[in-house]
């Protein structure tokens, strides 16, 4: 069963930028939407940004003009750049994927990484 892997979290202060990487755990034909989600402790899960195989992206309004989502279809992998930085971003980020192709015509749905922490200080 694929995976996907997120990293790049951690802790840093308000106006600070951080970059997320997402990645399968093993050699995979290609992932149709990528996505970025976020949850914070006692708010509901909240997309972040996502971008489809043909580039086209998807943002939250909380993040807007902030956050650039981008991807390298050649290694199926998703980054997140996040830019001036508010201790309301501070959530555990997760990767998702509404399915991939793992081999040619096997597909597997609605795949997720464990998460990553990022935190914001003010």
């Known amino acids: 069963q694929v995976q996907l892997v997120e990293s790049g979290g951690g802790l840093v202060q308000a106006g600070g930028s951080l970059r997320l990487s997402c990645a399968p755990s093993?050699?995979?034909?290609?992932?149709?939407?990528m996505s970025w989600y976020r949850q914070a402790p006692g708010k509901l899960r909240e997309l972040v940004a996502a971008?489809?195989?043909?580039?086209?992206?998807n943002y939250g309004d909380s993040v807007k003009g902030r956050f650039t989502i981008s991807r390298d279809n050649a290694k199926n992998t998703v980054s997140l750049q996040m830019n001036s930085l508010k201790p309301e971003d501070t959530a555990v980020y997760y990767c998702?994927?509404?399915?991939?192709?793992?081999?040619?015509?096997?597909?597997?749905?609605?795949?997720w990484g464990q998460g990553t922490q990022v935190t914001v200080s003010s």
């Open positions: 093993g050699s995979i034909f290609s992932i149709n939407v």
């Open positions: 971008i489809a195989s043909s580039g086209r992206r």
């Open positions: 998702a994927a509404d399915f991939i192709e793992v081999t040619a015509g096997t597909y597997e749905y609605d795949v």
